[in-house]
């Protein structure tokens, strides 16, 4: 039974409660110390809550935030910029290697697949570079290229890392 | 400061405007305190937990689609921040969400806080940080932050009726404490 007056003097705190019920709860307390105790108790609660103010945050906490998230951001992008490069060549590589796989026509019954792309390849080289294919006819064009690009892959991955840790000593220089 | 609507603020910081995300620091850099004190219990964990959700709502802020307030959808980060950090520590959420019953016991830790309380507002406020933090949540949404059972139900991810429940039963227990160590007459 008390509650659910508990309930009820809730209610009432939430303005939930209709006539005749507030009847009843004034009923009630009239006849019930402990009630009216508790009603009073609510009320307090009730009164003094809707005045408590939000604790506040040190003063500089909006400008430390701002700092950190410029920090971020910074690293965001620097990471946009690695990744963007790392898929520029992944793709540069992958486009060649099947650029050279499917360009070309079948081979004939005489070469295997490999062979007569590189046989075709260098011919493509002679036509375009001139004499510079010379050089390139005992070689696996292919093989070349792509470990040319590895190579410019982790120069620049070296390069970038390079970069940042400098960068990074001259912040701390600053700070 | 510029005068800037919530809307017109969030849209600007979608366009690119970084700087402008300090407004909304600014307006909800407190209440977001306040939540995550009740939650935490510790003042350093509760700065560091605010930037952290801070820097989540900018990330996320591009998925923001108005179909809660923004202070609904905040909030709810802000609480999901604060429930990863219990856990990270290894408190055990459940334990501090058990029963209500367990935990607004008053000793005599309790009266001398009461001692040394500079009013009747703090004191009861440190009341509040006694209680669970899901209850001390509820106290502080709808009362600081005024926000509607509704709106609580969604920070909380809780059934409309089970937030009504839940605020009935933290205005109990503080009621409780109160009572059994008489304090009314000092809080009138």
């Known amino acids: 039974m008390k509650n659910e007056y ?42 003094h809550l809707k005045d408590i103010e939000p604790d506040t945050t040190p ?9 950190r998230l410029n920090t ?66 005992n070689f696996d064009v292919s ?33 | 400061m510029k005068n800037l609507s919530e809307f017109e603020i969030i849209e600007s910081i979608k366009r690119g405007n970084q700087s402008d995300f300090s407004l909304l620091v600014d307006r909800y850099k407190d209440r977001a305190y306040s939540l995550l004190k009740r939650i935490l219990k510790d003042d350093m964990d509760a700065e560091e937990a605010l930037m952290d959700s801070f820097l989540k709502a900018y990330n996320s802020l591009k998925n923001f689609r108005y179909e809660a307030k923004f202070s609904t959808w905040f909030y709810r980060i802000v609480y999901n921040t604060g429930l990863t950090i219990i856990s990270n520590k290894k408190r055990k959420i459940r ?27 703090m004191y009861l406020l440190k009341l509040v940080d006694k209680l669970p933090p899901r209850n001390a949540l509820v106290l502080v949404l709808f009362y600081i932050d005024d926000m509607t059972l509704n709106e609580i139900s969604q920070v909380l991810d809780i059934s409309l009726v089970n937030a009504k429940v839940l605020l009935h039963r933290s205005r109990n227990a503080l009621r409780d404490m109160i009572m059994k160590h008489n304090y009314q007459e000092e809080l009138l």
Do not use: W
């Open chain 1, 59 to 67: 003063a500089d906490f909006t400008i430390r935030f701002m700092e």
């Open chain 1, 143 to 175: 093989v070349a290229l792509v470990s040319a690009s590895l190579i410019c892959m982790l120069g620049l991955y070296f390069l970038y890392e390079f970069v940042k840790g400098h960068k990074r000593k001259v912040e701390a220089l600053h700070n």
């Open chain 2, 95 to 121: 334990t501090e969400m058990s029963s209500i019953d367990e935990h607004f016991d008053l000793g005599e830790y309790d009266n001398e806080i009461y001692a040394k309380s500079d009013d009747s507002k």
């Open chain 1, 72 to 137: 971020v951001s910074e690293k965001l992008e620097s990471n946009k910029f690695f990744y963007s490069i790392i898929t520029f060549f992944f793709i540069s590589i992958v486009g060649s290697l099947v650029f050279l796989f499917t360009y070309f026509s079948e081979p004939t019954d005489e070469y295997n697949k490999t062979e007569y792309v590189i046989e075709k390849l260098n011919n493509y080289s002679v036509d375009i570079i001139g004499k510079i294919n010379e050089y390139f006819v």
């Open chain 1, 6 to 47: 508990d309930d009820m003097m809730n209610k009432y705190l939430d303005g939930e409660l209709n006539q005749t019920e507030i009847n009843e709860l004034n009923d009630m307390i009239s006849r019930d110390t402990e009630l009216l105790e508790k009603l009073k108790a609510y009320k307090l609660v009730d009164k």
